[in-house]
């Protein structure tokens, strides 16, 4: 699920879209499922960014059971290990950190709050799309997102936000319809 975009394989899909010359940067947080063909889209001198292991967590909240424990087992060994001496003749870079961790960085994410504010200004990036649920229907916001069929961000309103459209209830289990979309977005 982490592979596909709107449908298509991932892959073939970014080729289509920006060509098949390889990224300067890539950003991945989902994982063991990703990690080793991203590495491998990277321009020389390219760079993968970590920032999460979602595709390693299971969808469905609560305890993990004994089937869960031997998959996150397998999903740890299956995960890519970067060669430094390859990494070096391959002139690409790994690199990864936690946000959970840069709460006390205030400036340095004030400065980068502003930046992107900025581009975003200036059009030269998209918000994602944003789907709001109203507080009452956390149970459906949360099946959204187990669903793994979610686009952007999931909001919980805890009371009516004046500009905003009102939830529109999923047609059927496993999707999740975009209520409100930034610039460019759907």
Not at 3 to 24: I, S, Y
Not at 107 to 129: H, K, N, S, V, Y
Not at 139 to 150: I, K, V
Request: with cysteine; charged share 15%; proline share 6%.
């Amino acid at each position: 699920y982490q592979r596909r975009v709107h449908g298509q394989d991932l892959w073939p899909t970014v080729r289509a879209t920006c060509g098949p010359v390889g990224f300067r940067a890539i950003f991945d947080a989902n994982g063991v499922s990703t990690l080793k063909a991203g590495y491998q889209h990277l321009a020389p001198g390219g760079r993968l960014v970590v920032y999460g292991f979602h595709s390693m967590l299971p969808r469905k909240g609560g305890r993990l059971g004994l089937w869960q424990w031997v998959r996150l087992g397998m999903d740890y060994l299956r995960t890519p290990r970067f060669n430094p001496i390859h990494m070096t003749s391959d002139n690409k870079s790994v690199m990864a950190f936690n946000l959970s961790f840069l709460f006390n960085e205030t400036d340095m994410l004030q400065r980068a709050m502003g930046q992107l504010l900025g581009w975003l200004e200036e059009g030269r990036i998209q918000l994602t799309p944003v789907t709001t649920f109203p507080l009452r229907e956390v149970a459906a916001a949360h099946a959204a997102l187990e669903s793994g069929t979610t686009v952007g961000k999931l909001v919980l309103l805890t009371q009516a936000v004046e500009g905003l459209p009102t939830p529109v209830p999923a047609q059927n289990e496993g999707t999740c319809h975009s209520r409100r979309s930034g610039p460019g977005g759907d």
